[in-house]
């Protein structure tokens, strides 16, 4: 998950910390911290870690040493928000120009798009020495390498675009680059989305041409997730549904690869985890919301006390008010805080707005570049 932990000029915090040890000690086996960045010229928000080759490692190296407590792993998720970076501290660009209600940006150049594996591969090099367990390359949720696949972000009409090959081209460059960098024994997953839910947008059957050509690379993981943070879209996460949102996809993507498969989104119960394992979906069962409302929860299912979480229900909720009440319960869960509850929907949207504007204002000191 994005956490948001970051202190603004890319390092993790102290409550960054705490919070993924917190989840070690509750039983999980792994984590991953989303949207890390290579640079700081296209963050998601100003939370963000960035990992540069010139960076202070300690903090890091604290983070990677404590979120792998309890025999848990700790990865990064390598991240470029594209299109979708923050305007506030960056200059957007996609793979092409869009000018869109809630959502403009430039075209990368080929020049630039040809240095991206080169750039995934350094930050991933630079994780790998730190000693986290593993990285994700992030091809999901509308960011950079998900707009390449989409034909909706992506009208290129050089190598990179067009065709389903050549939308795809970039992401095969970036997960060959990283495996180079790494060697053949460290991990490296991929976050893949299913569909991206948009008219127009990278279906399932795109999807899964693209997991039949991952099969043929050296990716050891293939999360599968979905849906977009295109201004206006629903989150799968936000929307109503008592079941898991990606296993008949999963089902289908068996035929396709040989791979394990992860599946993120809509596990709310045991027997809903134990299932997608049991009926040969999933091989790994990724939980991101519940493990907010239960850190220990991989430890009480294991144990047999069969606790689920109680979901909260929020009436009319704002665009993004969900995602950042459920962030501000992480920073709550970080600091050993009072669990939030419906009624601070409004407050936790406020301090979470307020945290991203003055860590902006942090970031564009710190990174006079990015602005």
């Not at 009926?279 to 299912?301: C, F, H, S, T, Y």
Request: net charge negative; aromatic share 8%; with cysteine.
């Amino acid at each position: 998950m994005s956490d948001s932990l970051g202190d603004g000029r890319g390092y993790p915090t102290d409550a960054q910390i705490r919070l993924y040890e917190r989840w070690a000690s509750g039983g999980l086996a792994l984590s991953i911290i989303g949207e890390v960045q290579g640079t700081p010229d296209f963050a998601e928000k100003p939370g963000n870690l960035v990992l540069r080759s010139d960076l202070d490692a300690d903090r890091f190296a604290a983070l990677a040493e404590k979120g792998a407590r309890n025999d848990a792993h700790l990865w990064l998720q390598l991240g470029h928000a594209g299109a979708m970076a923050d305007p506030l501290i960056s200059a957007p660009k996609g793979p092409s120009v869009l000018d869109l209600p809630g959502l403009s940006c430039g075209a990368l150049t080929l020049a630039e798009v040809q240095a991206l594996p080169a750039e995934f591969a350094q930050t991933a090099e630079t994780v790998q020495k730190m000693g986290f367990g593993g990285v994700e390359i992030h091809a999901a949720h509308g960011f950079l390498l998900n707009q390449f696949l989409s034909p909706l972000f992506n009208k290129r009409t050089d190598a990179y675009g067009g065709s389903l090959a050549n939308r795809m081209r970039l992401v095969l460059e970036v997960v060959a680059a990283v495996r180079k960098a790494v060697g053949s024994r460290f991990p490296v997953g991929i976050k893949l989305n299913a569909t991206d839910q948009l008219e127009g947008g990278f279906q399932q059957d795109e999807a899964l041409a693209v997991i039949e050509a991952l099969d043929g690379t050296g990716i050891d993981l293939i999360d599968i997730s979905g849906g977009t943070y295109f201004p206006g879209a629903v989150a799968s996460s936000d929307q109503a549904g008592s079941g898991p949102y990606f296993l008949n996809f999963a089902e289908r993507a068996r035929s396709r690869t040989t791979k394990p498969l992860m599946v993120t989104g809509g596990f709310k119960t045991q027997q809903q985890a134990e299932d997608a394992i049991a009926e040969g979906k999933a091989d790994i069962v990724g939980l991101a919301r519940a493990l907010v409302l239960d850190p220990d929860l991989p430890q009480k299912w294991q144990s047999g006390q069969a606790n689920n979480p109680q979901f909260p229900r929020f009436d009319n909720p704002p665009e993004g008010g969900v995602t950042a009440w459920f962030t501000m319960q992480i920073t709550q869960i970080a600091n050993a805080g009072t669990d939030l509850n419906t009624a601070d929907l409004a407050h936790a949207i406020q301090t979470y707005e307020d945290r991203d504007q003055q860590r902006r204002a942090i970031w564009n000191t710190h990174f006079p570049r990015a602005q």
